[in-house]
């Protein structure tokens, strides 16, 4: 079956423009994760759903930041007036819910966004 | 804050040297343990896990044993391949908490 997707794969952005990042989880998975890696670095996490409610957005680095799941599928990180600091690569992963037990976090593969 | 650190990359092994990559973690709570392997242009997948002390972690060959004492949780292989050229992370999730929280990333290359 089809993993998680993320569009689009690059973006570029001029400084002070609004992007919009999606991602597709794995059909049926109940948790989804957005992580920011920047260059070199391991990813760090930005925000979490369970369906449609965000559960934790304790990573969101500024305001400038806005996630949704309106249905509890689809995702969109939005980011706002777009910085330099804020060029990374954005990874999203989603998860099944289980009763107990460990869930595996099932990663795409990214969005690089440079912001010139 | 939970953190981990991994050792300080990059890693340049011949074939079939012995690997190890160094991880060690602070955790306010009890944590679980992976080994996350990012591939050339792949996604994140996971390569080995452990959930509690003393447990060793296993796949493709590498292995982790989750050290309470020492909080670490260090990455070996016997014989390495060019195939396992690869960045690798180390990465740590307290119980009842959903995000994962990783090392910096360590990347290995095998010359044939």
């Known amino acids: 079956g089809a993993g998680v997707s993320q569009s689009p794969r690059y973006k570029v952005a001029k400084r002070g423009q609004d992007v919009a990042l999606r991602c597709d989880p794995i059909?049926?998975?109940?948790?989804l994760f957005w992580y920011q890696q920047a260059l070199g670095q391991g990813p760090e996490f930005l925000t979490y759903?369970?369906?449609?409610?965000?559960?934790?957005k304790s990573g969101l680095p500024s305001d400038r930041f806005f996630a949704e799941r309106p249905e509890g599928s689809v995702s969109t990180l939005k980011i706002q007036r777009t910085q330099q600091e804020d060029s990374a690569v954005y990874l999203c992963?989603?998860?099944?819910?289980?009763?107990?037990?460990?869930?595996?976090?099932?990663f795409g593969p990214g969005t690089r966004l440079t912001v010139l | 804050g939970d953190s981990v650190t991994q050792m300080e990359g990059p890693v340049t092994l011949s074939e079939e040297a012995f690997l190890t990559i160094n991880c060690t973690y602070t955790a306010t709570g009890y944590p679980s343990l992976f080994w996350y392997v990012q591939y050339p242009g792949e996604g994140l997948q996971l390569l080995l896990k452990?959930?509690?002390?003393?447990d060793k972690g296993s796949n493709k060959g590498f292995e982790a044993t989750y050290r309470k004492e020492t909080t670490s949780f260090h990455l070996e292989k016997g014989s390495v391949q060019v195939s396992d050229s690869a960045v690798y992370f180390c990465?740590?999730?307290?119980?009842?908490?959903?995000?994962?929280?990783f090392g910096q990333g360590t990347r290995l290359t095998i010359n044939p």
């Open positions: 990465a740590l999730k307290i119980q009842g908490a959903q995000k994962l929280v």
């Open positions: 992963a989603s998860s099944l819910v289980l009763a107990g037990g460990y869930n595996e976090q099932f």
């Open positions: 059909s049926g998975h109940v948790s």
């Open positions: 452990a959930t509690k002390a003393d």
């Open positions: 759903f369970q369906n449609e409610a965000q559960l934790d």
